[in-house]
């Protein structure tokens, strides 16, 4: 299988681009990949062409695209993943999988319980490499579609998020079976395969009474029942329960 | 929460019932429950009961079995996971996630490109590894079941387990979309939800075209979809759609 870099300047056959630095170094140094070796690049909106290495230089990659060659497919939902932000290496995971999966964007979130603050994310410059992460993902699951990494933001900022519309769709929020009387199991969810849709998972230690009743009013509450499912893994679940009941599979 | 243990002994309440080895030093070393205290013990096998440490000695620590009292729910449909060996801590990981999700049993098989032999799994005592990763899973995703992890088999073995019913109801073998032309989606899959089910799940580097041809005449062919899913996550998300469509979640 040939390997698949990303460049997000690739637009049109015939075009010379310059891959990314991370990119190029990838390309020379892990996989010793040469002038005149055949590629395939994709632009992380949804284009993949046939490419060949044009030029490697110490200052950079550039590839001929060629032709257009087909992706992994992309959902027909495009789902919203609105993650509470987990510990260290755990969130990493997640955006991996949920890039893997087949997720649109991901938006990461504070919540009571995610034991990690907006200002250790920024500092840390976690979301470039959430951002790395989901490239690499896209990399080795066929899409030629990155999803966006939305900026972090607080709990509390998600209600905007839907009330603008930036979230659109049905906003599912993933709760335990007892977190009240509104929960309901996914086959009881009455809701069509939507274009769009937005569901929120929580953080390793739950979500507070407080978060679910605020997030109550915009979300409907689901569960997947009364087995544990680790925090780290929950979004992977949640969104292949959903892509099947919506026909993705 | 009360901190859980295993205790295959447990049957009866009003019983005095020793905690294996690796429990017991959980129990003192690790969570310093002391005598008197109050704990939750599961059998494996189902039953669940409200307990109180009786003794801990050098030798051992005992549990006085009080009340019959509540799991997690077991999945309606119980599926053994025939998964092929991945290397190392991958295959580990496949087990902690099947435990937790669900299945009833876990049938490890040798593939073409499994990259590792039965010999060294016998070696490496691999089996009594899954195991204890079994039985902590378990304790973790509050299960009163601990799944059972059959002997590991040569994958053309996988036929006589089908024939002489030792894996019964229906057996679905997990491929890519290209695999050929009996390969049925999850949506197009016409088998309501059954009692016993198996799934089949590849090593990284998939099915050989002759595991294909030589399981499809007792399996039926399914897949997930054009996005390559990781070897080491394709269980998880394989079961967590068979019961989203079989109407567990």
Redesign the interface.
């Known amino acids: 299988m040939r390997a698949r870099f990303f460049a997000p300047h690739a637009h049109t056959t015939g075009a010379v681009v310059a891959l990314p630095d991370d990119e190029a170094e990838h390309l020379t140094r892990v996989l010793r990949v040469k002038r005149g070796d055949d590629v395939i690049v994709f632009n992380g909106q949804g284009l993949a062409f046939d490419a060949t290495v044009q030029s490697v230089r110490k200052d950079g990659v550039e590839v001929l695209l060629g032709a257009r060659c087909e992706a ?2 992309e959902p027909r939902v495009a789902v919203t993943l609105v993650q509470a932000v987990l510990k260290g290496d755990k969130m990493d995971d997640v955006v991996r ?1 949920a890039v ?3 997720v649109a964007a991901i938006q990461p979130i504070l919540a009571t319980r995610s034991e990690v603050t907006l200002a250790s994310i920024q500092r840390g410059r976690r979301r470039d490499r959430w951002e790395r992460i989901a490239v690499s993902s896209a990399k ?4 030629a579609v990155v999803p966006v990494i939305l900026e972090p933001e607080p709990f509390d900022a998600v209600a905007a998020l839907v009330e603008e519309r930036r979230l659109s769709g049905p906003a599912l929020m993933l709760v335990e079976p007892t977190a009240g009387a509104e929960v309901v ?3 009881e969810l009455d809701v069509p395969p939507p274009r769009e849709a937005s569901i929120l998972v929580g953080p390793e230690g739950g979500w507070t009474p407080g978060e679910i009743a605020a997030a109550s009013e915009r979300y409907r509450l689901i ?8 925090g780290d ?1 929950m979004a ?2 949640a969104v ?2 959903l ?3 919506w ?3």
Chains 1, 2 share one sequence.
């Open positions: 992994a497919p999988d893997m999966i087949g080795q699951c066929g899409r199991s996914l086959g569960t997947l029942g009364g087995r544990t499912i680790r893994a992977l679940v292949a329960s892509f099947t009941k026909g993705e599979y």
